[in-house]
């Protein structure tokens, strides 16, 4: 039976993750593995050098689940360092309450999750819901029968290495279809409160960019006209189109040894010719 991994970045008991365990039980065996508490924005965060708990918790319906007191991307490291069984033969992190699209996807702890199984070697997709006042399971129920048809495909064909997708799926009842997209452009305006000595970031909201953060093709065209966004996503970072141009440059500097610098390696524990 397939074995399917699961997990999200809102937290164990998230609404979210719940409708995607329960959907994912249509494609193979699930395990869950989740943030303890709500850990969105967090990106591809990784504890390290500190004690990280992890405890059995029950799901509404049923479901165990272990809860990790760290990040997202912490819970598929200690997934694949055996706190449950590994390898799974896909990772799902989801479904997000909000939207991860354009620049979210920096910030996103469901999408860094993804990137950390591909990290491992195990293909991965993230969901969300653009609707970010989701509370109940059943808010999330058309976003996880959209997710069921992609991570079955994915299933059968698996995915190329240090690739995930990243699906956004529209809110409201109907889903006019997927649209295969690129990552767009959104500008965000942060709002800050001060109380005294205490500093409080507002929930930031996306301002639109006319031409851009609406041109076809891209995640937010999709979703803004009722289709759900399938954009692939790679680890390799590298502005390729740019390097040329970097070239160009011509970025030169002197030859620098350690004594021109009067460098100790030795206190600096550099090991030398």
């Not at 990243?166 to 965000?188: A, C, E, F, K, M």
Request: with cysteine.
């Amino acid at each position: 039976m397939t074995y399917i991994l699961v997990t999200n970045d809102d937290g164990v008991h998230a609404p979210g993750l719940l409708a995607l365990a329960q959907a994912m039980r249509q494609l193979g065996r699930v395990e869950v593995v989740a943030p303890a508490v709500n850990q969105s924005a967090g990106g591809h965060k990784r504890t390290v050098f500190q004690d990280i708990l992890v405890e059995q918790v029950t799901l509404r319906d049923g479901i165990p689940a272990l809860a990790v007191a760290g990040s997202p991307a912490d819970c598929i490291a200690l997934a694949a360092l055996g706190v449950v069984e590994w390898p799974p033969r896909i990772v799902v992190s989801g479904i997000n309450r909000g939207q991860n699209m354009g620049q979210d996807i920096t910030y996103s702890g469901t999408v860094t999750a993804a990137l950390e199984a591909t990290l491992q070697g195990i293909p991965a997709v993230a969901v969300s819901l653009a609707h970010f006042t989701a509370e109940r399971v059943e808010d999330y129920e058309v976003a996880a029968k959209v997710a069921v048809s992609v991570v079955a495909k994915v299933i059968e064909k698996s995915l190329p290495q240090f690739t995930v997708l990243n699906l956004n799926v529209p809110p409201g009842p109907y889903v006019r279809g997927i649209r295969l997209t690129r990552q767009g452009v959104s500008d965000w305006h942060d709002e800050i409160e001060r109380d005294g000595d205490i500093y409080r970031v507002l929930w930031p909201t996306p301002v639109g960019i006319p031409g851009v953060i609406d041109e076809e093709g891209t995640d937010f065209w999709a979703v803004h006209n009722g289709y759900a966004s399938l954009t692939p996503i790679h680890l390799d970072m590298t502005a390729h189109r740019f390097l040329a141009d970097l070239a160009a440059w011509d970025i030169t500097i002197s030859e620098v040894h350690p004594q021109d610098q009067n460098f100790d390696a030795e206190d600096a524990n550099l090991k030398t010719p």
